[in-house]
């Protein structure tokens, strides 16, 4: 099956791409089918009953059901439309037919119960017919007994692994994102792909902004306070004195993109919502202090972070609820790690090595939200995680690109470490951080 970037990085809501995303998608797509029933009932199931309602897995159904895509959907009106549909106990289903809907009996979770497939399970009924939907990380949805929707799409580069894309790279002697370019134009011409690029990189600029704007109190109850504005004034009116003042300008961009996604605003699955900040921080980084840096240099880090993201897919999981946080921020850093290797003037095997030391010192990272939040300790996680990309990508330029452990050994790793985790550790709030902290 080919997977685009565009597929990876997709324009949503927050506060999470699994939990947000992906189910808006999946009960729009229902909707869509079922335009004239007269009843809908929805059951959530595993992680998503879990900590569904911290992360407005409840608010994405409900607006999914009135048609709305997590691309386009007006953030700022999303809490007055849920509290016109719990109010007044009805919808528009598609947006166009207005039935009785009662989220308090027509939207069931099932906190201890999970499907088979995917802890991210969702069921559908309309007038006694039932669709299941898992949402499996990065806001991709797959449909019960639907079969696998299999793009046919011919690669000039297929590649599922490391080492396939080194082959690849070592045979064209070509860049890791001149190879991605190559595939991406089976879809789209050259331009049009750079040009998608860019319109992300801008939509991620955008998180950023707003994100230094953004006053206050995130919502949810831990009453966690929105730091990126304080710090953007504080670091604007300093002096660079400070031979670390790089950091805190990453560890700053970070924040802002992750307290946007925490309070629900647009941001853009890298891979995914809770991971969101690390691909812009590093990016805001290489833009800011990196001589010559330009938009050539953006599209590449792009293509080459997505090539990393789309192996780790493939072979192992971007899903907290799977695999544990390893598979988000960990995925995550990886991507940047390895794009930011590339535009520096590393080799593909640098790249792959950058790439490898960013998941490798994240295996077995855990997923264990505060009250079931994307903010403690999601937030700050995305700022030292960008910290630790740029440190992979200089490590790996460092050397001459071989290593002891293979990117691919480390995927591999990381999916049978989130096999043997306890799904207490895996975006339920059950364990860790989530029940030794007390909610204040």
């Known amino acids: 099956m080919a997977v685009s970037a565009f597929d990876l990085y997709s324009i949503g809501i927050g506060p999470s791409s699994s939990h947000t995303v992906g189910p808006m998608r999946?009960?729009?797509?229902?909707?869509?089918?079922?335009?004239?029933?007269?009843?809908?009932?929805?059951?959530?199931?595993g992680s998503l009953a879990a900590t569904g309602r911290g992360h407005g897995t409840d608010a994405a159904i409900l607006l999914g059901l009135e048609g709305e895509d997590p691309a386009t959907v007006d953030t700022a009106r999303v809490p007055a439309r849920v509290a016109a549909i719990r109010a007044g106990k009805r919808l528009l289903l598609g947006g166009k037919r207005a039935i009785d809907f009662d989220p308090d009996t027509d939207l069931v979770l099932h906190r201890r119960e999970s499907l088979p497939f995917?802890?991210?399970?969702?069921?559908?009924?309309?007038?006694?017919?039932?669709?299941?939907?898992?949402?499996?990380?990065?806001g991709f949805v797959v449909e019960e007994g639907a079969g696998t929707a299999s793009d046919t799409t011919r690669l000039p580069h297929p590649f599922t692994s490391g080492d396939q894309l080194l082959d690849i790279c070592r045979t064209e002697d070509a860049s890791i994102s001149t190879v991605m370019l190559a595939n991406e134009s089976a879809w789209r011409d050259a331009a049009d792909v750079r040009d998608g690029l860019l319109h992300i990189w801008a939509v991620m600029r955008a998180c950023v902004r707003n994100g230094f704007r953004g006053e206050g109190v995130l919502p949810g109850g831990l009453r966690v306070r929105r730091r990126a504005p304080g710090l953007h004034r504080e670091l604007s009116a300093r002096s660079d004195n400070d031979p670390l003042h790089i950091i805190d300008w990453v560890n700053l961009y970070a924040l802002a993109v992750n307290e946007?996604?925490?309070?629900?605003?647009?941001?853009?699955?890298?891979?995914?919502?809770?991971?969101?900040g690390i691909v812009?921080?590093?990016?805001?980084?290489?833009?800011?202090?990196?001589?010559?840096?330009?938009?050539?240099?953006?599209?590449?880090?792009?293509?080459?972070?997505?090539?990393?993201?789309?192996?780790?897919?493939?072979?192992?999981?971007?899903?907290?609820?799977?695999?544990?946080?390893?598979?988000?921020?960990?995925?995550?850093?990886?991507?940047?790690?390895?794009?930011?290797?590339?535009?520096?003037?590393?080799?593909?095997?640098?790249?792959?090595?950058?790439?490898?030391?960013?998941?490798?010192?994240?295996?077995?990272?855990?997923?264990?939200?505060?009250?079931?939040?994307?903010?403690?300790?999601?937030?700050?996680?995305?700022?030292?995680?960008?910290?630790?990309?740029?440190?992979?990508?200089?490590?790996?330029?460092?050397g001459d690109g071989t290593h002891r452990v293979s990117l691919d050994t480390a995927i591999r790793t990381m999916r049978e470490t989130g096999r043997d985790m306890s799904h207490k550790y895996k975006e339920t709030s059950l364990g860790g951080l989530a029940v030794t902290v007390v909610e204040c």
């Open 260 to 276: 946007e996604n925490a309070a629900g605003g647009r941001v853009v699955t890298a891979p995914t919502n809770g991971a969101a």
């Open 118 to 138: 995917h802890p991210n399970g969702m069921r559908f009924e309309a007038d006694g017919e039932s669709r299941t939907y898992y949402s499996v990380g990065g």
């Open 280 to 398: 812009p921080a590093v990016l805001h980084y290489y833009t800011r202090f990196i001589g010559g840096a330009d938009d050539e240099g953006v599209v590449r880090f792009l293509l080459t972070a997505a090539a990393i993201g789309l192996i780790i897919k493939g072979n192992a999981s971007i899903s907290g609820a799977e695999v544990g946080c390893q598979g988000e921020v960990g995925s995550a850093a990886a991507m940047a790690a390895g794009a930011l290797c590339e535009v520096l003037g590393g080799t593909p095997s640098q790249v792959e090595n950058a790439a490898e030391i960013a998941l490798e010192h994240s295996l077995g990272l855990t997923c264990d939200p505060v009250g079931g939040l994307v903010q403690v300790p999601c937030i700050e996680r995305n700022a030292i995680a960008s910290v630790k990309a740029i440190n992979a990508a200089r490590l790996a330029l460092y």
């Open 26 to 45: 999946a009960a729009r797509e229902f909707a869509s089918r079922h335009r004239e029933a007269t009843r809908v009932r929805v059951e959530l199931f």
